[in-house]
T-cell receptor, first 114, second 112 residues
Framework: NAGVTQTPKFQVLKTGQSMTLQCAQD?????MYWYRQDPGMGLRLIYY???????DKGEVPNGYNVSRLNKREFSLRLESAAPSQTSVYFC?????????????FGQGTRLTVV | QKEVEQDPGPLSVPEGAIVSLNCTYS??????FMWYRQYSRKGPELLMY????GNKEDGRFTAQVDKSSKYISLFIRDSQPSDSATYLC????????????FGKGTTLSVSS
């Protein structure tokens, strides 16, 4: 089993470009989450999807959009990238509809916006 | 005040030392408390999980939760170089649709 797979692993964008970060899980989990991790800031929640067909904003949603394409896939889109979005992005999943059990993380996508 | 406060360190100790990592929080609704370990350039992985107050032990690791003080701790006994990583505390109220709130993480280095 692959668990939680994020693509791409690395990306460099120019300011104003758009891109979509992909997350896929093969664990049949209900909830999926996007976090960003910045030095000195810890992990901050961008968006989450507690079940297929629903999405909600987290702590830092500005500049991002998400799509829960199906139960397996949850994508994060940057429509017009800005240098402030330079970060490491992590996708996470949990079996239920809230994060009260172990969360499984992908390996991260390292994004640099120049 | 952030919901979860964690001293980012860095913390450097010699092999065999006892390590104490701590977090404080402000939201009294938090019921689920976790410690994640993150190696460099990897995703976080669950290390310890505690529901409500009390202690939990797993090998060299002990997690403590004091809800009255809004304070959680992770103790590592007989620390090893392989324990060198960033340790993130995380907590959740647990209701449907809620997510984990993380501390900033403490970077630990254990020297041999």
């Amino acid at each position: 089993n692959a668990g939680v797979t994020q693509t791409p692993k690395f990306q460099v964008l120019k300011t104003g470009q758009s891109m979509t970060l992909q997350c896929a899980q093969d664990m049949n989990h209900n909830s999926m989450y996007w976090y960003r991790q910045d030095p000195g800031m810890g992990l901050r929640l961008i968006y989450y999807s507690a079940s297929e067909g629903t999405t909600d904003k987290g702590e830092v949603p500005n500049g991002y959009n998400v799509s829960r394409l199906n139960k397996r896939e949850f994508s994060l889109r940057l429509e017009s990238a800005a240098p402030s979005q330079t970060s490491v992005y992590f996708c996470a999943t949990v079996p239920g509809h809230s994060m009260n059990t172990e969360a499984f993380f992908g390996q991260g996508t390292r994004l640099t916006v120049v | 005040q952030k919901e979860v406060e964690q001293d980012p360190g860095p913390l450097s100790v010699p092999e065999g030392a006892i390590v104490s990592l701590n977090c404080t929080y402000s939201n009294s609704a938090f019921q689920y408390f976790m410690w994640y370990r993150q190696y460099s350039r990897k995703g976080p992985e669950l290390l310890m999980y505690t529901y409500s107050s009390g202690n939990k032990e797993d090998g060299r690791f002990t997690a403590q939760v004091d809800k009255s003080s809004k304070y959680i701790s992770l103790f590592i006994r007989d620390s090893q170089p392989s324990d060198s990583a960033t340790y993130l505390c995380a907590m959740s109220a647990g209701q449907a649709g809620t997510a984990l709130i993380f501390g900033k993480g403490t970077t630990l280095s254990v020297s041999s």
